[in-house]
Nanobody
Framework: QVQLVESGGGSVQAGGSLRLSCAASGYTQYGYWSYCLGWFRQAPGKEREGVAGIGVDGITGYADSVSGRFTISRDNAKNTASLQMNGLKPEDTAMYYC???????????????????WGQGTQVTVSS
C-alpha cells in the first residue's frame, strides 16, 4: 500500500515562497513502485483542485492559476516529490495534499479521480 507524507507547509506573507515535500513509499495494488505524483489543494468551502503533477518520465502539468509561480519536481531514486511555490498569493491559502496514481502512467495531472492514494495534507497560509 502506498503511503504519502507531506511536509513544508506554513504561513508566509504574500509574495513569499514555500517548498512542499512528499515522501512516497510502498507499492500500488498493481505492484508499481513508481507512480504519477500530484499536488492538490482544498480551501475551506471549496472543492479539491489540482495544482501540479509529474510523471515518472518527468513530464509535468500545472493549473493555470499557478503556472509560472509553482514548480513541481521529483527524485525517482528517493521516491519523493517537491512543490516549489514562489510569488504566493492569499488565494493560494489551502490544505495541500500529495497524491499518487495506481500505475506509473499519468492519466491526467490535475484530476483527483485519477489518483488513488493521498497524504494527510499540509497547511499553507498566505497573508496579505
Amino acid at each position: 500500500q502506498v503511503q504519502l507524507v507531506e511536509s513544508g507547509g506554513g504561513s508566509v506573507q504574500a509574495g513569499g515562497s514555500l517548498r512542499l515535500s512528499c515522501a512516497a513509499s510502498g507499492y500500488t495494488q498493481y505492484g508499481y513502485w513508481s507512480y504519477c505524483l500530484g499536488w492538490f489543494r482544498q480551501a475551506p468551502g471549496k472543492e479539491r483542485e489540482g495544482v501540479a503533477g509529474i510523471g515518472v518520465d518527468g513530464i509535468t502539468g500545472y493549473a493555470d492559476s499557478v503556472s509560472g509561480r509553482f514548480t513541481i519536481s521529483r527524485d525517482n531514486a528517493k521516491n519523493t516529490a517537491s512543490l516549489q511555490m514562489n510569488g504566493l498569493k492569499p488565494e493560494d491559502t489551502a490544505m495541500y495534499y500529495c497524491a499518487a496514481s495506481l500505475t506509473s502512467r499519468c492519466l491526467s495531472f490535475l484530476d483527483p479521480a485519477d489518483f488513488a492514494y493521498w497524504g494527510q495534507g499540509t497547511q499553507v497560509t498566505v497573508s496579505s
